[in-house]
């Protein structure tokens, strides 16, 4: 059972950091794509960052030269490094990846996500 755990959220002041982090477990052959979404309330889930697995990396462009994503292969486990964080970067984050469980067999998993929260 592939599980993707989400962790790091909190409360912190604007332009405090945070570094969230996605620990991935379970009867994986391969993973994919990673990336980072978040949703406010009322809002749609966006997407933040996105990791493939060569390591080439996009951002939201609201999180251009505040967030970065990065992987360590060897744990299995997915980060989003946030600085210089804003009130409208409140939200709860979900970690996201694209696994191969099988042969042919891709699937798409969600985490269950983690609040950030910015305020004063």
């Known amino acids: 059972q592939v599980q993707l755990v989400e962790s790091g959220g909190g409360l912190v002041q604007p332009g405090g950091s945070l570094r969230l982090s996605c620990a991935v477990s379970g009867s994986i052959l391969s993973m994919n794509g990673m990336g980072w979404y978040r949703q406010a309330p009322g809002k749609q889930r966006e997407l933040v960052a996105h990791?493939?697995?060569?390591?080439?990396?996009t951002y939201d462009d609201s999180a251009k030269g505040r967030f970065t994503i990065s992987r360590d292969y060897a744990k299995n486990t997915m980060y989003l490094q946030m600085n210089m964080l804003k009130p409208e970067d409140t939200a709860v984050y979900y970690c996201n990846a694209d696994i191969s469980v099988g042969a042919g067999i891709g699937i798409i998993y969600w985490g269950q996500g983690t609040q950030v929260t910015v305020s004063s």
């Open positions: 990791i493939t697995s060569g390591g080439t990396t």
